[in-house]
């Protein structure tokens, strides 16, 4: 069976966006841009709503060819084209750059692919998320926690039914006081 692992940056008060989506706060260091670029090398599949997909695919597919782009970004760009990728999507549209579309019910894909043979599962967007929590899908979190307050926007937790056991498993800091935390469910 394969990992799923939900992660993402948040900040201390729990959120992946500040209202109306802005992600301005949630810069990322060069220590933690080479984390998550190593991260979606070391992925098997990565699993998109939406909103993530949307904004993902709006800059990472020619963000290599960009007037200045660093070389830690032109790498980053060329690992997430060839990452396979699936985009969760009530509504038909075009997608690319090895990602497939799938309009259908969401828990059932997930189980899907869980079950096949193949890499570890990167699951990205809180609304998608939030539907594999309360399947109990997910095997690992992994937060990157911002000394930073918004108030409100896109939580990264979603309401639960049951609670769910965490095991911690991995701390690692980063520069500007951002905290990895990783967690593996206890089943």
Known sequence: MRKLTFGMNLSLDGYIAAPGGDLGWSVPSDELFQFW??????????????????AM??????????????????????????????????????VDWNTRLVTGDAVTEITRLKAEDGGPID?????????????????EYLLVTAPVLLGGGTPFFTALDNWVNLALVQTRTFP??????RYETRR
Do not use: N
């Open 37 to 54: 670029s190593d991260r979606v090398q070391a992925t098997g599949t990565a699993l998109y709503g939406r909103k993530v997909w949307e």
């Open 57 to 94: 695919s709006s800059h990472w597919p020619t963000a290599d060819q960009q007037p200045g782009a660093t070389p830690a970004h032109a790498e980053y760009a060329r690992r997430w084209r060839d990452m396979p990728k699936v985009v969760f999507s009530s509504t038909p549209r075009p």
């Open 123 to 139: 699951l990205v967007g809180a609304t998608l998320a939030a539907a594999a929590m309360r399947a109990g899908l997910i095997d």
């Open 176 to 181: 500007g006081g951002l905290l990895l935390t």
